[in-house]
């Protein structure tokens, strides 16, 4: 079975600035993916990246950007000149390749203040 | 291209009854996943289903089953109901087929919101 830890409950960033988020998993397996979502308190999931565990490159998508390091599998989310409507809960989920099933960690709470 | 839907939004059910939840996946979209989401347990992976086939579950007990229809919709089904059932319950799709990335991603639904009493 997947672990995948998020070891920081909340995180608090001020409006234009940076604030990465950690995450780290377990795994036995050589093929799979890793995801990032964001749930706002309208509830509705929203796929933020994605990250192939074969691909060296770091995923980038806009503000959002990734930092994946393979052999220390950890895979963490940085969100650049951050704003107030990215505000919400944000969680991290790995998949093994043909699986179809995500194991998610327990998710860290962003506020943006401004 | 219309996101995925689910029906009921909200439901309020009491100890003992069942409850079924359907989910309309992404256009194109052949495979289903539920997950369940509660403050103490988190995110939790139901089981999903593709061309009709259940291909993975997760562990929750004979109460929690599911089917998928021609159509690729869904509907999962909780027989008598505990208080330890209320979550929101989220349904995503995918296109499921060739285990690629973009095969793979899952895009979810809004949740319907089940309380137990």
């Known amino acids: 079975a997947q672990t995948v830890t998020q070891s920081q409950p909340e995180m608090s960033v001020q409006e234009a600035e940076t604030v990465t988020l950690s995450c780290t998993y377990d795994t036995s397996e050589n093929n799979y993916y890793l995801f990032w979502y964001k749930q706002p308190p309208s509830r509705q999931m929203i796929l933020v990246i994605r990250q192939e565990a074969y691909k060296q490159q770091n995923a980038t998508e806009n503000r959002f950007s990734v930092n994946f390091q393979k052999a220390a599998k950890s895979f963490s989310l940085k969100i650049s000149d951050s704003q107030l409507g990215d505000t919400a809960m944000y969680f991290c989920?790995?998949?093994?390749?043909?699986?179809?099933?995500?194991?998610f960690g327990a998710g860290t709470t962003v506020t943006v203040r401004a | 291209k219309a996101g995925v839907t689910q029906t009921p939004r909200y439901l309020i059910k009491t100890r003992g009854q069942q409850v079924t939840l359907s989910c309309s996946p992404i256009s194109g979209h052949r495979s289903v996943s539920w997950y369940q989401q509660t403050p103490g347990q988190g995110l939790q992976f139901l089981f999903e289903?593709?061309?009709?086939?259940?291909?993975n579950k997760g562990n929750f007990p004979g109460r929690f089953s599911g089917r998928q229809f021609s159509n690729s919709r869904s509907e999962m089904n909780v027989s008598t109901l505990e208080l330890g059932d209320s979550a929101l319950y989220l349904c995503?799709?995918?296109?499921?087929?060739?285990?690629?990335?973009?095969?793979?991603?899952?895009?979810f639904g809004p949740g319907t919101r089940l309380t137990v009493l």
């Open positions: 995503a799709s995918s296109r499921g087929e060739l285990g690629t990335l973009r095969d793979s991603e899952q895009f």
């Open positions: 289903y593709f061309s009709e086939t259940q291909r």
């Open positions: 989920a790995f998949m093994k390749r043909t699986d179809y099933k995500l194991s």
